[in-house]
């Protein structure tokens, strides 16, 4: 997530950026309904029709990853693979760096896809399939994906060194330094093939996936933390964000539609839920990295929602720090 700092409704600051594209003016009553993580999201209309102004700070944000996912968005889309679509600036780009009195800043605008969040419905059987197809045909797509750019969108190990790199700003974080070391001994013992590993979305959750009643089909959102992993990472998130959805007792016949779904277009089976506990390891120390990069700036007299957010983000990264350090 983006420093605390940049979590402010700014919609001076929207309205400069979203000049780069058209726009409905009449329709900037919408910004009410901003969202910040780690992209402060705006929607407005162009022509009736909703989209999504997404911008970050150049400093929060790696320019590299941000073509390669405008590329990667662009190469699933030509398969018709249900994703969110890039509309291009006045002067055709669908990544803008905007100079504005707050600094510099990386922009895109989207098309809002069709259907509601998989958070937001009822997910009976069917959704739920339909939920575990889209995460497979996704990795399926992503096995004969080829970058054009050079560069290409990071990897599990650049994540690595990037936290290891954040870590070295907090003396007094030697487990999670140590967890760093840990997986990174630890993953490099795993097979890598064109079958297991590739470019993942990371964040395949049910707020990032939406479901369209009409083509009975899934639309997937927020590629920001893509990254080249084993296929596994998304599938245990995914499984991760479904259990807090799902009774208890319900829970095995759940999974199990999931990832028959997720099969039905992945391919070939092989052992994935031995990788689990790995990967949730991976995920636990990237979200404890993020939030500890976000809060560590401090000010006198911040606004309640501030501190009330900051109170809460410690929690859950005291909560994390616990699995700090255990064998898997």
Known sequence: ??????????????????????????????????????NAVYPFRDQGKVRLLRFAPVEEKNHVNLGAELEFLRYLRMNYYGAMEAVPSHTGKELVEAYTPWGPYYASVFKRVPGSQLGSIDLNDSILYSYGEALGELHHL?????????EKRWTYTEVLDWMQEILKGFPGETAALNEVEFLRTYFATWPMTQQNFGLIHYDFELD??????????????????????????????????????????QW?????????????????????????????????????????????????????????????????????????????
């Open 142 to 150: 992503s096995r004969s994906f080829i970058p054009e750019q050079k």
């Open 208 to 249: 990032n996936v939406f479901y369209d009643e009409d083509s009975q089909s899934c639309y997937a959102i927020d590629f920001d933390d893509s990254m080249y992993h084993w296929y596994a990472m998304d599938v245990e998130q995914s499984l991760d964000s479904l259990r807090e959805e799902i009774e208890p007792e």
């Open 1 to 38: 997530m983006l420093k605390l700092k940049y979590l402010f409704q700014n919609n001076d600051l929207a309205e400069m950026i979203l000049k780069n594209w058209s726009y409905d003016p009449e329709s900037l009553d919408m910004f009410k309904y901003y969202r910040i993580s780690s």
């Open 252 to 328: 095995e016949q759940k999974k199990q539609l999931f990832l028959n779904g997720y099969w039905s277009e992945a391919g070939e089976r092989y052992d994935l839920e031995s990788m689990f506990p790995a990967c949730r390891r991976f995920a636990n120390l990237y979200g404890y990295v993020r939030m500890l990069r976000s809060v560590a700036e401090q000010w006198s007299h911040e606004p309640e929602w501030m501190s009330g957010l900051r109170a809460r983000l410690e929690r859950i990264m005291t909560e994390k720090a616990e699995q700090f350090g255990h064998p898997i």
